[in-house]
């Protein structure tokens, strides 16, 4: 059982890297495209996060334990003090050398990445439906991560190839390594501090969903962009009525 579950989470967290790794490969070497389509797939990817989050996660969080409302807020806080620290306290915009402009955010994302790879594990612990149905909006986000990594660094004056390794490191590689820490610990957890977890993940999601993937989107202002995220419900919505 644990070999199939362990399987099951390296795989989803493997692929995403891989995503991610596609994403980064593509606007180092098609800049222009990349910059060009990078909306569509937030866009679809926030749907998916978003509509997954609240029809079925926070449902089953609620089920496992009571208090899942409060580390619900404590994993949608969590992540956003954890930005806003990072932008008042480590590095203003204008105060950096070019290169902390760079590295900063690659930091941040590293460590978004790596808790990536901790929902993973959390989610399919759980069953296998919610672990599914968290990975397909995460996984699709990861492809636009890897773009504005690479971007970031290459703006904070990184050279084409540094910048490819190093948003690999930061935004790819630190997902897997995500689920090698965490699977082990997770596995063991008793339901309620399971359903704990799964509350402050589903906070992390709607965070990303909703506070990172759509203002990026708006920012973009594409036309079809709603589509897209109209497309990314849906999804999530057929998903969890076909096996529910």
């Given at each position: 059982m644990f070999a199939n579950g362990f399987t099951a989470v390296m795989l989803t967290s493997l692929l995403a890297c891989a995503v991610t790794t596609i994403g980064i490969y593509v606007i180092s070497k098609y800049e222009q495209w990349g910059r060009e389509h990078s909306a569509y797939f937030m866009s679809f990817a926030a749907g998916v996060l978003i509509s997954v989050s609240f029809i079925h996660i926070i449902p089953k969080s609620f089920e496992m334990n009571d208090a899942a409302p409060v580390f619900?807020?404590?994993?949608?806080?969590?992540?956003?003090?954890?930005?806003?620290?990072?932008?008042?306290?480590?590095?203003?915009?204008?105060?950096?050398?070019?290169?902390?402009?760079?590295?900063?955010?690659?930091?941040?994302?590293?460590?978004?990445?790596?808790?990536?790879?901790?929902?993973?594990?959390?989610?399919?612990?759980?069953?296998?439906?919610?672990?599914?149905?968290?990975?397909?909006?995460?996984?699709?986000?990861?492809?636009?991560?890897?773009?504005?990594?690479?971007?970031?660094?290459?703006?904070?004056?990184?050279?084409?190839?540094?910048?490819?390794?190093?948003?690999?490191?930061?935004?790819?590689?630190?997902?897997?390594?995500?689920?090698?820490?965490?699977?082990?610990?997770?596995?063991?957890?008793?339901?309620?501090?399971?359903?704990?977890?799964?509350?402050?993940?589903?906070?992390?999601?709607?965070?990303?969903?909703?506070s990172h993937l759509l203002p990026a989107v708006e920012r973009e202002q594409r036309r079809y962009s709603i589509l897209a995220l109209a497309a990314g419900v849906l999804v999530a919505v057929f998903i969890i009525l076909s096996k529910g």
């Open positions: 619900l807020l404590v994993g949608f806080l969590g992540i956003y003090l954890s930005n806003r620290l990072v932008q008042l306290y480590v590095c203003h915009e204008y105060d950096c050398e070019d290169y902390a402009v760079g590295i900063i955010p690659m930091l941040g994302i590293g460590f978004h990445s790596f808790i990536d790879g901790v929902i993973y594990s959390v989610t399919f612990n759980v069953s296998v439906l919610t672990g599914v149905l968290a990975a397909t909006g995460m996984v699709l986000h990861e492809f636009p991560e890897g773009i504005v990594t690479f971007v970031l660094l290459e703006r904070g004056g990184f050279s084409r190839k540094k910048s490819t390794l190093y948003a690999f490191l930061a935004a790819a590689l630190s997902t897997p390594l995500g689920t090698l820490v965490s699977y082990p610990f997770i596995n063991t957890i008793e339901r309620p501090t399971l359903g704990a977890l799964l509350a402050i993940s589903a906070g992390a999601l709607v965070y990303v969903g909703a």
